[in-house]
């Protein structure tokens, strides 16, 4: 599995908007985004094809081409947050060197992935993640929602609470700040002390 921390994530993404001059955006413009990475090369092409060519999947990544479904595409330039997510998916398949077949499955009719074709998708879904929502971008502060982080950045409400989770991670080792332990460990080491237990830690988290 890719090794990158949080932050270095969050390098390569804000890279790849600097150099596809989408730096200064806070919402992508995604199918720019994918014409940009025609034009320098980063991907052989992208082609829209009849949804019947491609049943069961949004779109898919195969021999450096990104196919996408003709309604996703146009889905995308409608802003839909689904839709955007698969152009720039797919995008990044390509922005890693990723080989062989990807695709970006439907929910009822997900393929079964090797190991490495599973981490290929986890780098692909991390980048859109950052690349989507950058965290500098998103002027978080604590107790910010996912519905908040939706509305700003175009995601689905799924990505927009994983991404929600990253941006908590990045807001404390920023700050130094400790995350606190859920309320049921906390009643637990409490009640252990009151039974005569030592109980080596604090009642937080490192980070």
Not at 41 to 55: E, Q, S, T
Not at 147 to 164: H, M, P, V
């Amino acid at each position: 599995m890719t090794s990158h921390t949080d932050e270095q994530w969050e390098a390569i993404a804000n890279a790849w908007r600097k150099a596809a001059n989408q730096s200064d955006c806070v919402r992508l413009n995604a199918p720019e985004f994918v014409r940009w990475l025609k034009r320098e090369g980063y991907i052989k092409d992208y082609v829209c094809v009849p949804d019947g060519d491609l049943p069961g999947a949004s779109g898919k990544f195969e021999g450096g081409i990104a196919f996408y479904r003709r309604s996703v595409w146009e889905a995308a330039e409608e802003g839909d947050p689904h839709s955007v997510w698969t152009l720039v998916h797919e995008g990044c398949h390509g922005m890693r060197n990723h080989q062989g077949v990807r695709y970006r499955a439907h929910e009822v009719q997900r393929r079964v992935l090797s190991a490495r074709s599973g981490e290929e998708e986890f780098e692909a879904n991390r980048l859109t993640a950052c690349v989507l929502a950058p965290f500098d971008k998103a002027n978080f502060k604590p107790g910010m929602s996912a519905d908040e982080i939706a509305a700003r950045f175009g995601l689905s409400r799924e990505a927009a609470k994983l991404r929600l989770a990253e941006f908590e991670r990045l807001y404390r080792r920023q700050r130094g700040t400790p995350r606190l332990l859920p309320p049921g460990i906390i009643d637990f080491l409490a009640e252990q002390k009151r039974k005569g237990f030592k109980v080596a830690t604090t009642l937080a988290e490192v980070y």
